[in-house]
């Protein structure tokens, strides 16, 4: 079962772009890494999702190293609306359900 | 994006009755759906996964007993908590993907309340 380790909490000001890594070591060859957004009382919002290299949407990018061992989530421009709990996960492949396991998330706390 | 939707989103309810959650994918066919519970300031743990037309797949720990999924079509989960307990009082979310490999998209969340 694959796990992912993220930084606890970061702090940002308005304005600033911002990157949240995620290590996961024990990817595997079939798991996508993915991305979720949760605010206070609801349910977690998909922000991107990738296999390797970049991918970019109109919230986010996400950048993947060739190992796939970890991948960044970069926020450009934050605002105060960004404030929030951010999710790296990975599947698990093993199951054939490949259901997603949380973890501790990061807490991103946005300032003016 | 994919739309999921849950009835209600809160709820409160006396010790001992049991409370029956909705799941329901809006414009997409779900053949999987998920169960989550999260307690404040925790992150969300996998209660159970459920297929379409079979028995769901529990989590160690999870009662299966106390804890009843229906996915009795494939735009419809329901989850069940019986004679619930006051330590049952969570906010419960569900998740829907429509194939294998495909990204989960998730409910807005239930918060249930047992006195």
């Known amino acids: 079962l694959a796990k992912t380790t993220q930084p606890i909490s970061m702090d940002s000001y308005e304005g600033q772009e911002v990157n949240i890594t995620c290590s996961h070591n024990?990817?595997?060859?079939?798991?996508?890494i993915t991305w979720y957004q949760q605010f206070p009382s609801q349910g977690p919002r998909f922000i991107i999702q990738?296999?390797?290299t970049k991918v970019t949407n109109e919230v986010a990018s996400l950048f993947i190293p060739a190992d796939r061992k970890s991948s960044t989530l970069s926020l450009p421009r934050v605002s105060l609306s960004d404030t929030a709990v951010y999710y790296c996960?990975?599947?698990?492949?093993?199951?054939?359900?490949?259901?997603?396991?949380f973890g501790t998330g990061t807490r991103l706390l946005v300032s003016p | 994006g994919a739309v999921v939707s849950q009835h209600p989103s809160r709820v409160i309810c006396k010790s001992g009755t049991s409370v029956k959650i909705e799941c329901r994918s809006l414009?997409?066919?779900?053949?999987?759906m998920f169960w989550y519970r999260q307690f404040p300031k925790q992150s969300l743990m996998l209660m159970a996964t459920?297929?379409?037309?079979?028995?769901?797949?529990?989590e160690q720990g999870v009662e299966k007993d106390k804890f009843l999924i229906n996915h009795a079509s494939l735009t419809l989960s329901t989850l069940t908590v019986t004679s619930a307990h006051p330590e049952d009082s969570s906010f419960y979310i569900c998740?829907?993907?429509?194939?294998?490999?495909?990204?989960?998209?998730f409910g807005p969340g239930t918060r249930l309340l047992v006195l």
């Open positions: 414009d997409f066919q779900a053949t999987t």
């Open positions: 996960l990975v599947g698990d492949s093993g199951t054939g359900f490949q259901k997603l396991v």
């Open positions: 024990n990817i595997a060859t079939n798991d996508y």
């Open positions: 998740s829907a993907r429509q194939g294998s490999g495909e990204t989960q998209y």
């Open positions: 459920s297929n379409e037309g079979s028995k769901a797949t529990y």
């Open positions: 990738g296999y390797k």
